[in-house]
């Protein structure tokens, strides 16, 4: 599976952006996820979408700020993010856990593909 991430930039704090995460094929099974990576810091669990339930799960940092959604029509999954923090600020990963745990569901290494990651920068 290959994905292609999009749609970081530079932004204002409590501005919104819209990440998108294109994949080349999806299953039924699949759990796509956005992680985030800060410098210095480990890559943490954002959100992430079960693809036939379309289940929805978010970290609380973001809870109520961002939303997670798909289109099984052109297998992209996205990220709505709203009112903007610096601490937001990262590189994006989206990603595609084959079959749903819930152990594995907040963990990078349980993931089995990665997109190659967009950056988001929020200033104050």
């Known amino acids: 599976v290959q994905l292609q991430a999009s749609g970081g930039g530079s932004v204002q704090a409590g501005d919104s952006l819209r990440l998108s995460c294109a994949a080349s094929?999806?299953?039924?099974?699949?759990?796509m996820g956005w992680f985030r990576q800060a410098p210095g810091k480990e890559r943490e669990f954002v959100a992430a979408?079960?693809?036939?339930?379309?289940?929805?799960y978010y970290a609380d940092a973001v809870k109520g700020r961002f939303f997670i959604s798909r289109d099984a029509a052109v297998d992209t999954v996205y990220l709505q993010m709203s009112s903007l923090k610096p601490e937001d600020s990262a590189v994006y990963y989206c990603s595609v856990l084959t079959y749903y745990s819930s152990s594995a569901l907040y963990s990078s290494s349980a993931y089995n593909y990665w997109g190659q990651g967009t950056l988001v920068t929020v200033s104050s």
């Open positions: 094929q999806t299953r039924s099974s699949y759990v």
């Open positions: 979408i079960r693809w036939r339930e379309n289940a929805k």
